[in-house]
């Protein structure tokens, strides 16, 4: 665990400025404000349901509709910060960052470091009162390998024994090397020893299904009627596009360190109007509008967080004039990623000038961003002299129409916006825009039906590969068409190199390659910025992890 170990000192030592999360790409006006209840219900008017209760309500925002509560199709920071504290995998996060006993009790590994042997709590149960058994995490993880499923997670199980040719279609679920030996022990195989796996196995993905439950309901994690999970709080509304809420679940293992009552979830797209609504006390935590950024820095409700992770934009290599390298590349050299942090984010990230971001040390006790050094960055001249390399391999007499397609958010508007003033300014190109619905535009990128799209990334663990993995040829994570066999390669032989040092030196070739090859583009790298109401305490953020509210507490 010593990379790992590295990157937890460097998380919580280096002090990042803030930045908004990923994923604020959409939703609805929220229900009505929880200061404004009616007399109906006999509740004082003008006072809040916590108020006239005794009981702690957190008031948080999501931004949009929860991709899927399925754990194997919620791979994304929306899905995440509910599945985090509505369910519970084998491990979890603690305060540290560092991956404990979660629903597994005990957790014993062979002496090779490939055969891991989990001993289910006899605590743990499901929400509805059911136990969780060894099998359920059997069922889960086979759902989201099964092709059918088509889980855009499936690619960081692949470390299992069968488990890629499974999900590859050319192999069978039972070649997995997962067994449920009883109800209480759960084992897995690896194909090499991963110094990773258990962190990996925190992320929601791996968490379990009530094997029963799924098998007489194969919609039971679409309403909150019919959900069941095994984490802290119990899903108990769900208001699609506008609410969620969440109760303490009795019937969690540690159900005893759990403070709160309730949280409840706006999905507020807009961070002008969520700002408006902490102001209101319809919120006890939002994230900070980048246009009064500047008047908040000093704060003392701000609260600064590291996060792993990077905001980019993906070309699709099949459609002109982005199947030109060299074009890919004046475009990413046009882009001015100091005065987009700087004046249009105003949050104070990092500018991103390589695909993998900071917080990873290497053997040689250097930083992997510092190593590999800078690999794109604003060169105006040089951009313009690759667009006209380019248009004439091509045989280009004009560039064929450019569209830079976004999600919908103000924020990610205004970083279109900044990026189709800087083509036209150092390229001469007129860019149209492209605002698409969240779930519209997620389905069609995967669909790779946009040419220039807007797109982010947050580390599933702690190690530069999760990043690079994902433009493999044929990963869910490419949507850019791009294919690489040295790539590919490079890939392969870091997975399955034991001597650190090589293994550093193939993952910098790998970030180098990519940025050469360009089918995407670095803007800038996370962090975590929010405003928190005095009287909030205990929300755990993990610079390489997810939301967590076991141990908030609100007084």
């Known amino acids: 665990m010593k990379k790992w170990l590295t990157f937890l000192m460097v998380a919580m030592l280096a002090l990042v400025l803030a930045a908004c999360t990923a994923n604020k790409d959409a939703g609805k006006e929220p229900e009505e404000p929880a200061d404004t209840t009616s007399t109906d219900d006999g509740k004082e008017e003008g006072k809040t349901e916590e108020a006239t209760s005794g009981e702690k309500i957190l008031l948080m925002n999501n931004g949009e509709e929860p991709t899927s509560f399925d754990p194997s199709i919620g791979f994304n920071a929306v899905s995440w910060?509910?599945?985090?504290?509505?369910?519970?995998?084998?491990?979890?996060?603690?305060?540290?960052?560092?991956?404990?006993?979660?629903?597994?009790?005990?957790?014993?590994?062979?002496?090779?470091?490939?055969?891991?042997?989990?001993?289910?709590?006899?605590?743990?149960?499901?929400?509805?009162?059911?136990?969780?058994?060894?099998?359920?995490?059997?069922?889960?993880?086979?759902?989201?390998?099964?092709?059918?499923?088509?889980?855009?997670?499936?690619?960081?199980?692949?470390?299992?024994?069968?488990?890629?040719?499974?999900?590859?279609?050319?192999?069978?679920?039972?070649?997995?090397?997962?067994?449920?030996?009883?109800?209480?022990?759960?084992?897995?195989?690896?194909?090499?020893?991963?110094?990773?796996?258990?962190?990996?196995?925190?992320?929601?993905?791996?968490?379990?299904?009530?094997?029963?439950?799924?098998?007489?309901?194969?919609?039971?994690?679409?309403?909150?009627?019919?959900?069941?999970?095994?984490?802290?709080?119990?899903?108990?509304?769900?208001?699609?596009?506008?609410?969620?809420?969440?109760?303490?679940?009795?019937?969690?293992?540690?159900?005893?360190?759990?403070?709160?009552?309730?949280?409840?979830?706006?999905?507020?797209?807009?961070?002008?109007?969520?700002?408006?609504?902490?102001?209101?006390?319809?919120?006890?935590?939002?994230?900070?509008?980048?246009e009064i950024a500047d008047q908040l820095k000093d704060s003392e409700e701000l609260r600064i967080d590291d996060q792993a992770g990077l905001y980019f934009y993906r070309f699709n290599t099949s459609m002109e004039p982005f199947t030109n390298k060299k074009i890919r590349q004046a475009f990413a050299f046009a882009v001015d990623q100091e005065e987009i942090v700087n004046f249009v984010t105003k949050n104070g990230e990092k500018p991103a000038h390589g695909f993998v971001t900071y917080g990873f040390i290497g053997p040689d006790g250097q930083e992997f961003r510092d190593s590999v050094g800078d690999l794109v960055s604003f060169d105006p001249e040089k951009a313009k002299q690759l667009l006209e390399e380019g248009m004439k391999e091509e045989g280009y007499s004009e560039l064929p129409k450019v569209t830079i397609s976004y999600s919908t958010s103000e924020s990610h508007q205004n970083i279109a916006i900044a990026l189709q003033s800087k083509f036209k300014e150092v390229l001469g190109v007129d860019a149209e825009l492209q605002n698409v619905e969240s779930g519209v535009f997620l389905s069609e990128q995967k669909e790779f039906k946009y040419q220039m799209s807007r797109s982010s990334f947050l580390h599933d663990y702690a190690d530069p590969v999760n990043a690079l993995e994902s433009f493999i040829t044929g990963s869910s994570m490419n949507r850019t068409t791009w294919s690489n066999a040295e790539y590919d390669k490079l890939i392969a032989d870091i997975k399955n190199e034991t001597d650190e040092n090589k293994r550093w030196e193939l993952l910098k070739q790998a970030d180098t390659l990519l940025m050469d090859e360009m089918p995407v583009f670095p803007l800038y790298f996370y962090n975590q910025t929010s405003l928190e109401k005095p009287g909030v305490s205990g929300i755990l953020r993990h610079p390489v992890g997810y939301v967590d509210l076991k141990y908030a507490d609100k007084n």
């Open 81 to 290: 910060s509910a599945l985090n504290n509505i369910m519970e995998g084998l491990t979890r996060l603690d305060e540290d960052h560092k991956a404990v006993e979660a629903t597994a009790e005990k957790i014993d590994i062979s002496e090779d470091g490939l055969t891991y042997t989990f001993t289910i709590r006899d605590g743990a149960k499901w929400s509805n009162g059911d136990p969780v058994v060894a099998g359920d995490f059997v069922f889960a993880w086979k759902h989201m390998l099964n092709p059918e499923t088509a889980s855009p997670a499936a690619f960081l199980a692949y470390f299992i024994e069968g488990a890629e040719a499974y999900n590859n279609g050319e192999g069978s679920a039972d070649d997995i090397a997962i067994e449920a030996q009883d109800d209480k022990t759960f084992v897995v195989k690896l194909t090499a020893p991963n110094e990773a796996f258990l962190n990996i196995i925190t992320n929601p993905s791996f968490f379990p299904i009530n094997e029963k439950v799924a098998s007489a309901d194969p919609a039971w994690h679409t309403e909150a009627a019919t959900f069941v999970g095994n984490g802290p709080f119990k899903l108990t509304a769900w208001d699609h596009d506008v609410s969620f809420e969440f109760e303490k679940n009795e019937h969690y293992w540690d159900a005893g360190a759990v403070k709160l009552d309730k949280v409840h979830w706006a999905m507020v797209n807009d961070s002008t109007t969520a700002y408006q609504m902490y102001q209101a006390n319809e919120l006890d935590v939002t994230g900070v509008p980048s």
